[in-house]
């Protein structure tokens, strides 16, 4: 009995010596990170998800403990698929990919990937999903599968709206709104959006600039930036998404304010080169706003548009106000000068003119050349389109600025009580350049008196 107890013994440590390396390997497993392919995916895009698993001094990952995948519509509350897998030796792991073709896939939202590796370590990831107009149930089917009404999506040409006598949803168009409320028949919540999108065109043409100003609402303390991503309209796939921005946040400091962010990575706004129609989303935090637009096709123009016809009247007789007609393109030639080593960036701002911060909503400008090289000296070509509205702007080079019309001519009666800051000091920063007009085309030039 004696020499059985101590083979037993033997033959016992000789079992749990394997057995304790195995333990001891899923106990040195320090993390784990789970990815998508794409932050943001439409309907008919494949959902990629992968991972690995970080063990400590380089040890082998137990090829036998699985790797349990979930992913969650967070607006519906909804596991859409359960997915398992085991990891590599190395601790890499991937699922084979989701089409979201499927029917189950039938809200736009938030959703959510988890991984667990066994009961050890887990991580989650988080992805957009938007169905686009073409593939969007109507308000009632979204609300029969369980979408709150505040989630509730509409067409991006339209808005949603509350019914009074139920509480219900419904989309419409803006014009209906108004009347429906004067009606009755909806209401209207009297609390400002956090975030909207404003100075968005309805209307631009392929390669240009897409000009838009996000204002929203935060906790402000050392910067806060929306995330602004364009898609699609029809199918919801992405087409651009703005740069990712960093900030820390200051000890003690902060608070609630209400800030502006220009659409835009660096100095570059974003360019479409496709027709279509587009949807543009900005969030903060749970807080969104869509705004929809176009991309047609240039004007076709004559010949004589290239370069500017019309040599620059210069004059000392008065104010040089330019001109042009509404629902046009014209064009400005400008001469800059360099007067550093290093390259500078430039720019055409179209504003207000009864209001020097804001940039007109109704006028664009663009150019192919923002880049001014060390000492350099070269003419940019600025573009011009204006919108159908008649009013008066400023347009500006560095600092200060010309006044603008848009819908008059050279007949017209303009004064320079229509630009209210013409006269003002204007306190600039260090310029290290000089410009100078040089000509236009569709643009014209009329002087008028001093103030």
């Not at 590599?88 to 990937?113: K, L, R």
């Not at 998404?241 to 608070?255: D, F, I, M």
Request: with cysteine.
């Amino acid at each position: 009995m004696k020499t059985l107890y101590i083979a037993i013994i033997v033959l016992a440590s000789i079992l749990l010596v394997p057995l304790s390396f195995a333990y001891g390997d899923i106990l040195e497993i320090q993390n784990m990170s789970v990815y998508t392919n794409k932050d943001s995916y439409g309907k008919g895009d494949i959902v990629r998800i992968s991972g690995e698993i970080q063990s400590a001094n380089g040890m082998t990952v137990s090829k036998d403990i699985p790797i349990t995948v979930v992913l969650t519509n967070n607006v519906l509350q909804k596991t859409m698929e359960i997915l398992k897998t085991y990891p590599s030796i190395n601790g890499n792991f991937a699922v084979a990919g989701i089409p979201t073709t499927d029917s189950s896939w039938e809200s736009s939202g938030t959703y959510t990937v988890t991984a667990s590796y066994g009961n050890i370590v887990h991580d989650t990831t988080t992805f957009s999903f938007e169905m686009g107009d073409s593939n969007l149930l109507t308000p009632l089917k979204q609300s029969k599968l369980g979408v709150p009404s505040d989630k509730i999506e509409c067409r991006s040409d339209l808005q949603s709206i509350i019914k009074a006598e139920d509480n219900s949803t419904a989309c419409v168009t803006q014009q209906t709104v108004q009347i429906l409320v004067e009606r009755g028949w909806t209401r209207t919540n009297s609390q400002e959006s956090p975030i909207s999108i404003i100075e968005l065109n309805t209307e631009y043409s392929v390669g240009q600039p897409i000009n838009a100003t996000i204002k929203y609402t935060g906790w402000m303390n050392g910067g806060l930036y929306p995330d602004v991503k364009i898609l699609n309209a029809d199918n919801g796939s992405k087409v651009w998404v703005n740069c990712l921005y960093t900030h820390s946040e200051q000890p003690g400091g902060g608070g609630i304010g209400t800030d502006t962010y220009n659409v835009k990575c660096g100095d570059k706004y974003p360019i479409i080169n496709q027709t279509g129609t587009y949807t543009m989303i900005a969030s903060v935090d749970n807080d969104m706003a869509k705004a929809r637009f176009t991309v047609v096709k240039p004007l076709l123009l004559p010949a004589s548009f290239e370069p500017c016809d019309t040599p620059y009247p210069q004059s000392n007789t008065g104010v040089a106000v330019l001109y042009m007609p509404a629902n046009s393109i014209g064009k400005i030639c400008v001469r800059y000068y360099n007067l550093n080593n290093t390259p500078t960036g430039i720019g055409m701002r179209i504003f207000e003119a009864n209001n020097l911060t804001k940039n007109a909503s109704n006028v664009t400008a663009w150019t192919d050349d923002s880049t001014l090289e060390g000492n350099a000296n070269k003419t940019i070509v600025y573009f011009i389109k204006t919108g159908t509205r008649v009013g008066f702007y400023g347009v500006s080079l560095n600092c200060g600025g010309f006044p603008f019309a848009v819908g008059y001519d050279a007949n017209s009666t303009i004064t320079a009580s229509d630009f209210p800051w013409i006269g003002r000091a204007f306190h600039c920063g260090v310029i290290t350049y000089d410009s100078h007009i040089e000509g236009t085309t569709g643009i014209g030039v009329k002087y008028i008196p001093y103030p």
